[in-house]
């Protein structure tokens, strides 16, 4: 999770959001519980949105399937 931190404040600092989506995606999925799985989505969701990613529509639903959105 060390390697997948610096991938994050990496490219919180490039600004990269693309990047994030991607990154925060991996991090829910490697979530050790729920409610950290759902804070990572959000914030992929939430990049997605923002940038027009295509993932958007299939991270939403991943948080609806968790009762999340």
């Given at each position: 999770m060390a390697d997948l931190a610096r991938r994050l404040l990496d490219a919180h600092a490039r600004d990269d959001r693309t990047a994030l989506v991607a990154l925060y995606e991996e991090a829910a999925?490697?979530?050790?519980?729920?409610?950290a799985a759902c804070f990572y989505l959000?914030?992929?969701?939430v990049f997605a949105l923002d940038v027009g990613h295509s993932a958007a529509d299939a991270l939403h639903d991943r948080l609806y399937r968790l009762g999340r959105a």
């Open positions: 999925n490697g979530a050790n519980d729920l409610g959000t914030h992929a969701w």
